[in-house]
C-alpha cells in the first residue's frame, strides 16, 4: 500500500507534465517565456509589491510599524504640500513632452522623406550627443544658462545686457529646457520608425486626388505616424515626470519636483511609507494621465481619418 | 583596419542581421568583461579595512602614518552627506569604519549599527581636545562610540568686495537682507540650513525649539526663500558662485573660504553677532566590522588623528582638527595663519564661542517644514 502511494502519483505526473508539455501550447509558451517571465517577476512585480506594501505601513523613529494604516494617503491628501507639488510636476513634464514632440518630429521628418541614401548615419549623427551620460548633458546645460555662462558671456560680449540675467538658471523653465533636450532621442527614433513605415504611394494618391500639401499632412500622414508620436510622448512624459536629478541640478528652490519629495522621503525625512504611498499615489496619477491621453489621441484619429 | 570595414559595411547596408548581431554581441561581451579585469586588479586590498567618509577626508594625506606602515591606503567609499551614507548602511551596505558628524552619532547608535571604541589603543588619543571627547549623545557611560578627529565652523562667508557694509558688522541676518535678493545661498538641509534660522531668530535652544519657536523659524525661512539663489548642496556650489561674483553671501564650512582665499578673492568668514555654529566629525566603528581587520581600523583612526594630518586638514582645508597640538604646529611653522582662518590660538577659545551642533528634537517635523517651505507654502 505504502509503496504503490508514493510511487504512483509520482509516476503519473512524471508522464502528464511531458505530455502536457507536448499537447498543451500555452505551458510551451510559458516555458519559453519563464527566464524573461522570471526576471520580470524579481525585478519589477516583487519590487512594486514591496512598495505597495510599505505604503500601507507606519515610520515610527527607526522602525516600521507594520499594522495595516492609511496614514499615509490620508497625510498626503490633508497636507497641500504633496498634490500641488504633484500636479506641478505634472503640468512641467507635459509641457517638456509637447515641446520635445514638437521638436523631434520635424527632424524625424526631414530623415524619413528628404534624405535618400545614408539614413543610418543621419540617425547616428542625431544620437551622438547622447552618448554622453546624462549627467553631464544636464551639467552642459547648467554651464550654457549659468550666471557666467554661454548665454549671459555671448550677449554681454555683444553688449545686449550689462549685468548677466539671473532668471536664465534655477526656476522651473531651467528643468523644462533641460528635460526636453536630455530627452530628445527617445522622441525622434520612435516617431522616424513610424514616418519611415508609411506607404508612400497614399502621400501620392492624397495629391493626385487634389489635396494640398498641408491637407494630405494633417489627414495623412499625421494620423498614420500617430502610432509614434504616441510612443514618443510616453516615453518623454513616464520618466521625467519623476525625475529628481535634473530639478536638484538646475531647478533651484522653485524648479523642485515630485522625485525631490519621494527622494528625501527615503532620505533626509526618513519617512520610507510616505514616500512609497507618494510614489504609489505618483504612479496611479500618472497611469490615469495616460488613459486619457490615450483616449484623447484615438478619438482625434477616428475624427481626422 | 576592421573598424573602418564595418563602418563601411554599415553605411553601404552590407552587413547582413546576423553580422550585425554577432558585432553586438561581441561588444556586449567585452562590456560585461571590463570591470572584472579592474576588480581582480584591487584584489590585493582586501584585507584593509573600507572607510565610509566625506570626499576629501580619503586624500593620503591625512592618513600618511597608516601608508607608512603598510605601504597603501585602505578602501574608501563616499557620502554625500550623512542621510546618504545612513540609508545605505542600513540597506546592508557593508564598511567597518565610517566618520558622520557628532549629531547623528544618537540615531545611528540607536538604529545598532554602531559599536564603542577602545581609545586606549590610540596613540594620539591623549592629544585630542578634552572638550571634544565630551560632546552628549556620543558616549555611554565610559563606552566612546565616537573618536572627535575634526571640526569647523557654519558660518556666513561673504564678499567684502560686494558687500561692504557688513565689514564689522557681521549677523546671521546677511543672508535675510533684501538688497541681495537672488544673490544669497544657504545649505540645503536641516542642521546647516534650519538651525541657521533659527538661530537667527534668537531660539533659546535651537536644537529643541518650542513650537512657537518652530513657526517664528518657518516665518523666517519663508521670507528668506525668495531671496535665496538656491540651496547648495555641495560646496562647490557656493566656490564657484562666489567666486564669479554670482552669489554675495551664503552659509558656508572653513574649507570654502580657504579655497576662495587661496584664489586672492576679497572674501570674509563671519563671526556673527549671534554665534557661528561648531560642528564635530570624527569615527564610529560598525557592529558588522571584519574582525580581522580591527588592528589596521585603529591603526588608520590613529594615522588620521595624529598631528600630521592636523596641520594638513588646518593649513590645506582650513578646518579644525582634534589632534590640539597641530594647532601649537601650525602656529609654530606659519605664525598668524590660524588667526587669518579664523582659529584662536587658544583651541579653547574657539570652541567656547560657538554654538555646538546637538542632535535635533523632532527632525521629522523640522524636514516636513523646510519641504513645505521650499515648496512655497
Known sequence: MKTSSTTAPHHNSGISLARLFQTSEAVRGYTLLSPTLLALLLGLAMPLAVLFTLSFWIQDYLDFIRTFSLKNYIDFFQKPIYGKILIKSIRMSGLVTLATVLLAYPM???????IQHNKLIWLILITVPFWTSYLLRVFAWKLMLGYNGVINSGLKTLGFISEPLEFLLYNPAAVMITLAHAWAAFAILPIYVSLEKIDRSLLEAARDLGENAFITFVRVTLPLSLPGVIAASLLVFIPTVGDYVTPSLVGGPSGIMIGNIIQSMFGKALNWPLGAAISVISMLTVALMISLFLWGTQSFRRKVA | MQKDQIIEELATGRMSRRQ????????????????????MANAGSDDHPTVFTWEGWEVPELHQPYIGKHGQSPNFAIFGDEEEAFAKMRAGFKVDLTQPCSYKVPIWKDAGILQPMDPSRLSNWSDI?????????????????FIPTDWGLTSVLYRADLAPEYVGNETWG?????KYKGRLSMSDSLIDGVMVAAIYIGAKDPFNMTDAEMEKTRASLKEQLPLMRYYWTSPADI???????????????????????????????????????TWVCGFCLMTDHDPAKLD??????????????????????????????????????????????????NVNETLDAGIFQAPMGNEPALQAMFEEVKAGL
Open chain 1, 108 to 114: 524625424a521628418y526631414f530623415i524619413a522623406f528628404r
Open chain 2, 20 to 39: 550585425f548581431n554577432q558585432k553586438l554581441i561581441a561588444l556586449g561581451a567585452t562590456m560585461v568583461t571590463i570591470p572584472l579585469g579592474s576588480k
Open chain 2, 129 to 145: 581636545i578634552p572638550a571634544l571627547k565630551t560632546i552628549p549623545g556620543t558616549f555611554d557611560g565610559d563606552k566612546q562610540y
Open chain 2, 174 to 178: 546677511m543672508l535675510w537682507d533684501p
Open chain 2, 239 to 277: 566656490e564657484q558662485a562666489l567666486a564669479s561674483g554670482e552669489l554675495v553671501a551664503a552659509s558656508a564650512w572653513n574649507s570654502s573660504y580657504a579655497a576662495l582665499k587661496k584664489e586672492g578673492l576679497d572674501v570674509r568668514y563671519t563671526s556673527p553677532k549671534e554665534g557661528a555654529m
Open chain 2, 296 to 345: 589596521k581600523i585603529y591603526e588608520y583612526v590613529d594615522a588620521y588623528a595624529s598631528v600630521e594630518s592636523g596641520v594638513f586638514a588646518l593649513t590645506e582645508y582650513g578646518y579644525g582638527h582634534g589632534n590640539m597640538k597641530a594647532f601649537a604646529q601650525v602656529e609654530k611653522d606659519q605664525p598668524g595663519l590660524l588667526k587669518e582662518l579664523g582659529y584662536s590660538t
